[in-house]
């Protein structure tokens, strides 16, 4: 008992966790945190730590001396907002099982829990917008508009690209390379927007924020007496986020 | 995870830890059991391990439980007290073999383990040899390994582990053998073993002179400034006049010393007719390097212990005690020692020496007296009378005792029960002194007596004819103080002293040698068990009553210490089977909170999720449910209906 008392609490000795949080975390959609158990005990490993973090947890079988292990935990959440990691619950049954040893690790970690995504009807809006407001054509590669130059057809490339007259004329496949089509920016004024159900809102701008994002339109936001300039940054795309996130929280 | 060859599975570890420490506690056993159990024992294992691969289980677990209580009961029909280990050992096996067969959860494979071991400790009670030591490091690190490995198990047990890691898990589970081992042996062997006290500091290194078979006046008086305890004694309190430690008599005086001049061996057979309180103790008397034992006077009965027994109720050794021993006794709490023959002449003896002032003081003070009133008035003129209690600046000339009665008129304890005896004798009444202890401080946290050294004292016993002895004692009562009450530091001593008493009963207690020359007896005594029917038949029904008693007390140790579930068990199982009810069951694998947020109906969830936090709460931090917490709980559970 003494000799299990002791080495119980040998285990938990120099043991520390770190959490690493994905940037872009939404509503209802799974989600993985990485944790990262050090041992910092120069002579004998950790054996058997459980970890409890928001309720899930996961079984560290060993953790060699002056080593560190990953586990992975998925979780969902429902709602969006702040949420926080205010301490981990560790625990060991090493070594008889007689014992649970437990040790709680502080922790301050805050992270955002961004607004679900839904589809919605303004999803059409940006195919809309576009033909009201015309292409624009820009220098950036593309498949959208006008060839820019013709290069040598590569693996995977669309074959209504390929340039026949090029390709015949030389006697190797070549690829148009065209210039992509910007898009007007968007300026997404919150208060505004069609949809009355604020949650419902939300979803839908997250939506076209995100989509906008992929397609490289430039997007704004109005919101809550803040504006937010359009942009086409990954930081501006989490900035507005936050913003609808956070919005009556 | 697929099972790679560099992978190995938890529970396939755990299964061959078991095999492997079945087998040793086979192994150890094998010599000394019936050939019959050895092939029973190792067929069914052999099928169990056949049944292990397949992944089957060839009996149900209730009816291997009636076999195991078949077996069980058989056994208890051959148990006789002269052969009581090898049919416990025997069954044992089957047992073991039967639990192998069983499919395995933690507490069939914690069974094994407990098994294997009974039958190591076993094959050591049949047979002590240096094997026993090889089988029992071996097995202590074949458990160590086994159970850190059994507790991987139970966290997962489907957890496969990589070669390297299993590797490290048994390096690091040695490490508990290795340390358990040393504390072991420090604990177990080597201090029971070893009569030097825990805290030895309590008694002071000096030489310990006591009584011996002469004393010379003022001869313990440096004895009576000693403080260490000479022996303590386990004994209801009693009122502190009626106790004096009998040790020695002496019936010779030179004029100078005192000396016992042979007393008679004990040729009594039955217990004196002593009337008084009778009262049993148990003594636990340090080294005194000298022969004599103390009891409470009068001791009543003969000792089991080898000692003579002399006429005279005193009672010694037959070599000199050098180390601490117990024994029991029992006494008769009395002044009076009945007698009825006694050689007057050696209780009459004078030294040479005449001594005319002392002899005309007697006629003095015992003129015109019959015996009785006689020894009163010398014991009120010694007792009463001018003479003053002192061990220090003693008459140590060529005629103590005249210098004690007639120049000095102080003494300690020899000079005033030397000066009585005399006297006595001078009357023409037999006497005798008697040394030995008075007094003594009780312990009441120990339920003890302590006595010290400094409470050696003599006392007078005169005789009277048809009356016996009477104890008269005429030392200053107010003097010497033999029962101090203790403060301050004294208490912390005594605090100190009981600690040590326990630790010195522990190790006398513990008598390695007399068990095992009595195991060994039993060894010697061991024959091939017959099986003879109609005797089983007679003992069984005489047994019936036990076998019911035995029973009901494994149910009732089963069901309400084992079973007993503990608050978190309970509460956690009325939540999940409530939620069974409702329609939600929980994964094996997921988590509490992970399961409460799959709750569809909105206030159901949230009630099961403020549940889940509040049990959490306790159980991650460590903290053992209250029985106020427990209600609290099952409180919210009523109103999750």
Known sequence: ?249 | MKNSPNTIKIESLVRFLSYAIGILGFISIFRNIGITYSVFFASLFAFSIYFDIRQKNPLPRWALNIFSFVFVVIAFMRFTMDDPVKPVVETLLILLAIKFLEKKFIRDYMQIYLISVLLLAGSALLSLNIGFAVYLLIMMFLLSIAIVSLTYYSEDKDLILKADTIKSLILKSTIIPAMAIPITVILFIILPRTSYPLLNFLNRETAVTGFTDSVRLGGISDIQIDETIIMRIKIKEIAPEKLYWRGIVLDFFDGISWRNSGSEISSITETLDIKGQKIGYTVYLEPSYNKYLFFLDKPHIRYPIKLTAFDDLTYTLRENLNRRIRYDAESVISEVLPERDISKDKYLQLPKIRFENIMAKVKEITENKDEQSSAEAILKFLKYGDYKYSVKNLPITTKPLEDFLFNYKYGNCEYFASAMTLMLRMRGIPARIVGGYKGGYYNAMGKYYAIPQKNAHVWVEAYFEKKGWFRFDPTPSVAADYSPLLTGFSKLRIILDTINFHWNAFILNYDFRKQMSLLNKIRINIQRPQFDFAYAKERTVQNVPFLIGFCLIVAFGYFFILKRKTYEEKIMAQFLSMMKKKGYEKDKCEGLEEFAHKIEADEIRVKAITFIQIFESHFYRDKKLTRQDYHRLKLMLKNLC
């Not at chain 1, 799974?30 to 309720?55: C, D, Q, S, Y």
């Not at chain 1, 576009?130 to 508009?145: A, E, I, N, P, V």
Request: with cysteine.
């Open chain 1, 1 to 249: 008992m003494i000799i299990s008392g002791y080495l119980s609490r040998a285990n938990f000795a120099k043991i520390h966790i770190e959490v690493e949080v994905p940037d872009e975390i939404y509503a209802n959609s799974e989600f993985v945190l990485k944790l990262r158990l050090i041992n910092k005990k120069r002579f004998i490993p950790a054996f058997l730590i459980r970890t409890n973090l928001l309720g899930k947890e996961i079984l560290f079988p060993i953790v060699q001396r002056n080593n560190f292990e990953i586990g992975y935990l998925s979780f969902q959440f429902p709602r969006r907002g702040k949420l926080s990691i205010e301490q981990i619950l560790l625990c060991s049954v090493f070594p008889f099982n007689f014992f649970v040893k437990g040790c709680e690790m502080k922790k301050d970690i805050e992270f955002i829990v961004f607004p679900q995504m839904k589809k919605c009807v303004h999803s059409s809006y940006l195919e809309h917008d576009k033909k009201l407001t015309g292409d624009r054509s820009t220098m950036r590669h593309g498949f959208d508009s006008e060839p820019i130059f013709i290069r040598d057809y590569v693996d995977g490339d669309p074959l209504k690209y390929i340039h026949w007259k090029a390709s015949a004329k030389t006697g190797k496949l070549k690829t148009k390379e065209l210039s992509s089509q910007s898009y007007k920016p968007i300026i997404i004024d919150f208060e505004s927007f069609w949809i009355k159900d604020t949650e419902e809102k939300i979803s839908c701008i997250a939506y076209i924020i995100n989509s906008s994002f992929k397609k490289g339109v430039s997007v704004g936001l109005k919101i809550n007496g803040e504006f937010y300039k359009d942009g086409i940054s990954r930081q501006h795309k989490i900035n507005m986020l936050k913003a609808l996130a956070l919005y009556e929280k």
